[in-house]
């Protein structure tokens, strides 16, 4: 069974400055998709990042990009000029390319934004 | 562009109580829907997807049940809630890319209260 393991709990960052989360997985599968989602206390989740296992370059999103290490069954998150808005509880999640019942998540780094 | 709704917003319901939470999809056809239960501090469980019109699957065995009766359509109910039912609810929909599924977007969420 797949799963996905964010270890650190909780996070805190200067604003402007940039903070990485990091989250491992673990498949024995080849093609699968990697995503970010952003849940800030109004509790919607918000995709930040997609990333597709069979693409090596790293995906960006304007001041979001992430570090794909498929080897190493890594996906990190690294927020460049961090603001306030930014604050939330990030999720890292996995999804099978041809599996369309599920995405399995970690349990989440809350970031913290300090001003 | 799409648009997905969820209602109510909040619910504080009786143990024992019966439960209707509705979803629907606006801007597209065909989705694949989800519910998925977030507990208290935690990542998020799939209860059910649906890839069609009266198809279902459930991922864990539980309290709750899911119909789609329209293709935008997605309904979660209860016939009787119990206290573990408590939680954050979200559905969530995707469409088939290039014949897989492709990434998920999410509703704003319910918050069920049962006491």
């Known amino acids: 069974a797949q799963t996905v393991t964010q270890s650190q709990p909780e996070m805190s960052v200067q604003e402007a400055e940039t903070v990485t989360l990091s989250c491992t997985y673990d498949t024995s599968e080849s093609d699968y998709y990697l995503f970010w989602y952003k849940q800030p206390p109004s509790r919607q989740m918000i995709l930040v990042i997609r990333q597709e296992a069979y693409k090596q370059q790293n995906a960006t999103e304007n001041r979001f990009s992430v570090n794909f290490q498929k080897a190493a069954k890594s996906f990190s998150l690294k927020i460049s000029d961090s603001q306030l808005g930014d604050a939330a509880m990030y999720f890292c999640?996995?999804?099978?390319?041809?599996?369309?019942?599920?995405?399995?998540f970690g349990t989440g780094t809350r970031l913290t934004i300090i001003p | 562009s799409q648009t997905i709704h969820q209602w109510p917003a909040t619910l504080v319901q009786p143990v024992g109580s019966p439960l209707s939470l509705e979803c629907t999809v606006e801007?597209?056809?065909?989705?694949?829907l989800y519910w998925y239960r977030q507990a208290a501090g935690r990542g998020l469980q799939l209860l059910f997807y649906?890839?069609?019109?009266?198809?279902i699957s459930s991922e864990v065995p539980q309290n709750l049940s899911a119909s789609r009766p329209q293709d935008r359509q997605f309904i979660l109910s209860s016939k009787k809630l119990l206290l573990s039912d408590s939680g954050f609810y979200l559905c969530a929909w995707s469409v088939f890319l290039r014949g897989a599924a492709d990434t998920q977007y999410f509703g704003p969420g319910t918050r069920l209260t049962v006491l």
């Open positions: 649906s890839v069609g019109i009266g198809q």
């Open positions: 801007g597209t056809s065909n989705p694949n």
């Open positions: 999640a996995y999804g099978l390319v041809f599996g369309n019942e599920k995405l399995t």
